[in-house]
């Protein structure tokens, strides 16, 4: 009996640590809905990096300026200064053990990337990849307004 319930106990570890992913979509919530289809232009050149399968809270493709930070594994493109995104949406992502907040941004020429959305963090367990204004070692709580690094992207129409 003993040897079964361990096997059991294992497995189900093994399952919730397998990469189960929920995505809660709040982009028709206050105070979201009003930044869906917003246009940003980026303040800085932008990498477009696949995450490691353990960090599947945030996203699979991020936008960052980083190479190098945990959760970054692949580079599959960029986007330059100057190119314009769009919110498509905001999410929750919850990921064995990580929750994070996303915004997903569609690149307005993104013919080269040939990726569907790209994701920005806005979780403090990202530490340097988190694209909120401010301290980045606080919690995202739904509900929470969102402001964007200003070194990261500006309004395309301010």
Request: aromatic share 6%; net charge negative; proline share 3%.
């Amino acid at each position: 009996m003993k040897a079964t319930f361990h096997i059991l106990i294992v497995g189900l570890l093994g399952l919730l640590t397998s990469g189960c992913t929920s995505i809660t979509d709040l982009s028709n919530e206050r105070p979201y809905e009003d930044m869906v289809g917003e246009c940003y232009v980026l303040q800085q050149d932008m990498n477009i990096v696949r995450t490691q399968g353990r960090c599947a809270a945030i996203g699979e493709e991020v936008i960052t300026p980083y190479l190098r930070a945990y959760c970054l594994e692949d580079k599959v493109g960029e986007l330059a200064k100057g190119s314009e995104v769009i919110i498509s949406g905001v999410h929750i992502r919850k990921a064995i053990p990580y929750t994070c907040a996303t915004m997903i941004f569609d690149a307005v020429d993104s013919s080269t990337l040939n990726l569907e959305s790209l994701s920005a963090p806005l979780c403090e367990v990202v530490g340097i990849l988190d694209w909120r204004e401010g301290d980045r070692r606080s919690y995202f709580r739904r509900g929470d307004t969102i402001e964007l690094r200003e070194d990261y992207v500006k309004p395309c129409r301010e």
